[in-house]
């Protein structure tokens, strides 16, 4: 069964980093993309950014460029969302999700294109 949880979302003041972990199990990494999503109250569904990491390739969001890193480490079957400079406009449930990479090797920034997810953890950013 394939398994991504998210841990590390709390409530902090801006200009705080923090990093957010996905434990992923019951699968392999070939072939597949990882994604970081992020939903803000009354907001549509946003990538943050995706990771593919049979070719080390990482793209981003362009809010989440500058700021945000995404990482794996797999031998912990972790992958990992570090933020930097936190403003309320990034307060929102994240998700990390799963899928196939596209015929191009892309990762999709379209949240349609991944079957599997998380259930979310919840950041706050106060002012």
């Known amino acids: 069964q394939v398994q991504l949880v998210e841990s590390g979302g709390t409530s902090v003041q801006t200009g705080t980093s923090l990093r957010l972990t996905c434990a992923t199990s019951?699968?392999?990494?070939?072939?597949?993309?990882l994604a970081w999503f992020r939903q803000g109250s009354g907001k549509e569904r946003e990538a943050v950014g995706t990771?593919?990491?049979?070719?080390?390739?990482?793209q981003y969001s362009g809010f989440a460029k500058d700021r945000f890193t995404i990482s794996l480490d797999s031998g912990k079957n972790a992958m990992y969302l570090q933020m930097h400079g936190l403003t309320p406009e990034d307060s929102a449930m994240y998700y990390c999700?799963?899928?196939?990479?596209?015929?191009?090797?892309?990762?999709?920034?379209?949240?349609?294109?991944?079957?599997?997810w998380g259930q979310g953890t919840q950041l706050t950013v106060s002012s």
């Open positions: 990771l593919y990491a049979s070719e080390n390739k990482v």
């Open positions: 999700a799963s899928a196939l990479v596209t015929h191009d090797r892309l990762c999709d920034l379209w949240a349609g294109r991944y079957k599997y």
């Open positions: 019951g699968f392999s990494y070939s072939h597949r993309c």
